[in-house]
């Protein structure tokens, strides 16, 4: 999505500048891929220094002002935007070479170069290095020759993820080390941060405690446990942004319990739990930390057809069958959740689907937004959701008239179901996934 569609994520409400969900590669427009196409022509005819220049061209975003770059003698100056950190770049006749300095080392400790040692082996393009005033960096190169757009593309977005992740992680683990280069970050309001902070703590109460299930053995069915478990990883993921620990621990939960085939259900939920206790553990004064807000030249999520959207959805609506028929409510709308905050947290989505799963969460925790500042929102919480109907219609629509242009073939007919909040919630996730996008 673009870049105010991220800070808004495709809201209809008012209120302050936040962003919300993981950065996504933006968008390009039809003078973008074309100079992507002039960048690949350039290189397959030797032209080397002018397939950069349309490959940087390509990558630039105006609006973000993420990258600069500018001709020097002999070659190119560059530099761009991930996250908290910059990658710096200088290119000559024969040798491109980027980097990003991650952080200072006031000493040199065996604990942490021994792990960026072992990290090597996990990287495909760059490498981690110590340069001569004793700053921890990450390191892409190539001669020139060899600089197609791909591999460009592909290093520099490797170095950058990567550097934009290991600093926060690098200076919680390791006194030795210290920040450099953040000038560039801002930080987000104290009370802005005290409310994701508070909503954090009662996020995580609430799944802790398994609260409102009812009759439903929990130990019998460990599945609605690992629903409302991850649900409330993803939840936060997206609607709080953090970075550094935070972030870690949900990136490690989602890829222990997806990737672990040899647990059992049991297991991975005792294992999600784990996950959950030690978030719930992080101080204020830590968390307020990882909150700051900055720019992305690369996205994390991988770009998928809306087929795949539509039919992630479709199964777990079947899974949801049996508990609505057996009215374990709450258990379905967690399934309803889990399903919007799995897809912002796995894919980089189509521009209406992104708004529209915004939208759920919107309406989902409106106390949240409004604690944020944001002037018009749909609650309170416990607020009968026919009374809002109007007010959902008018934003689906706006979503979808915006898309028109853009998607020509969009389903823009608004089908749902106000009888109740997990009526209206089903509906609204099998409208999302009829979108024809």
Known sequence: MGFFDRILGGSQLKGPNLCFGRATDLPKDKSQLELWDKANESFNQGDYFQSLEQFFNYLNNPELQNLTYRKVSGGFEFSLVQGSKIIEGLVDNNWLRAESKLAKCK???????????????????????????????????????EASPYKLFFGLKEIAVKADKQDDLLLDEFTELEAINTTHIVQQDVEIKKVKFNFLKETLRKAIAMEDMGNLNLDRYPGAMTYIYLHTLYKIDYLLCPEGKSMELIEEAHSAYFEQGDLDAHEKVQSLSKSLKELNAIGEDKFALE???????????????????????????????????NKHVKICQDICSYIVGYCLFSFALAEPVSKLF??????????????????????????????????????????????????????SEVKLNFDSRIEFSISLLQLIKDLNV
């Open 107 to 145: 000493s040199l400790s065996i604990g942490f170069l021994r792990k960026l040692v072992e990290s090597n082996f996990d990287l495909q393009y760059g490498r981690y290095a110590l340069d001569p005033n004793s700053n921890l960096c990450i390191i892409f190169e190539s001669f020139v020759e």
């Open 291 to 325: 909150l700051y807000i900055v720019n992305h030249t690369f996205g994390i999520n991988n770009n998928v057809p809306h087929s795949t959207i539509a039919q992630f959805i479709d199964t777990e609506m079947q899974a949801l069958e049996w508990y609505l028929s």
């Open 358 to 411: 915004h939208l759920f969460y919107e309406i989902e925790e409106p106390d949240f937004f409004k604690d944020l500042g944001y002037t018009k929102h749909f609650g309170p919480k416990d607020i009968e959701i026919k009374k809002i109907e109007s007010k959902i219609k008018s934003s689906i629509k706006d979503i979808l008239q915006a898309s028109a242009t853009k998607y020509p073939e969009i389903n």
